[in-house]
């Protein structure tokens, strides 16, 4: 994966993505996504399956386990169902969170 990819809005990605650098997501992924930069996840975006990353921004959905090695940002449209593992943890006014804070 290169220092930055993008995963544009109304693509479709089945399968997992593991990679160097960060990774900006406005699509969908049907898999897990395992970077060792920063994650973005724009408001139209939709994760099935576990993020992890170094700084995690979530905007979009969610359905499993957020890992992030330095923070993770849920902004106000946010919609997480998974756990959240992070040393620091910012949750907007409107997230919605179902799960575990470690």
Same mark, same amino acid.
């Given at each position: 994966?290169? @220092?930055?990819?993008?995963? %544009?809005?109304? /693509?479709?990605?089945?399968?997992?993505? #593991? %990679?160097?650098?960060?990774?900006?997501?406005?699509?969908?992924?049907?898999?897990?996504?395992?970077?060792? &930069?920063?994650?973005?996840? &724009?408001?139209?975006?939709?994760? #099935?399956?576990?993020?992890?990353?170094?700084?995690? /921004?979530?905007? &979009? /959905?969610?359905?499993? @386990?957020?890992? %992030?090695?330095? +923070?993770?940002?849920? @902004?106000?449209?946010?919609?997480? /169902? &998974?756990?959240?593992? +992070?040393?620091?943890?910012?949750?907007? @006014?409107?997230? #919605?969170? #179902? %799960?575990?804070?470690?």
């Amino acid at each position: 994966m290169a @220092e930055g990819s993008i995963i %544009g809005q109304g /693509t479709v990605v089945r399968g997992n993505l #593991r %990679g160097e650098g960060s990774i900006e997501i406005y699509g969908r992924v049907e898999g897990d996504v395992r970077v060792s &930069g920063d994650v973005t996840l &724009g408001e139209q975006a939709s994760v #099935r399956g576990d993020v992890t990353g170094a700084r995690l /921004t979530v905007g &979009g /959905t969610v359905i499993g @386990e957020l890992r %992030g090695s330095e +923070a993770i940002v849920l @902004e106000a449209s946010a919609q997480v /169902t &998974g756990d959240l593992t +992070a040393p620091r943890v910012g949750i907007e @006014e409107g997230a #919605r969170v #179902r %799960g575990a804070l470690r």
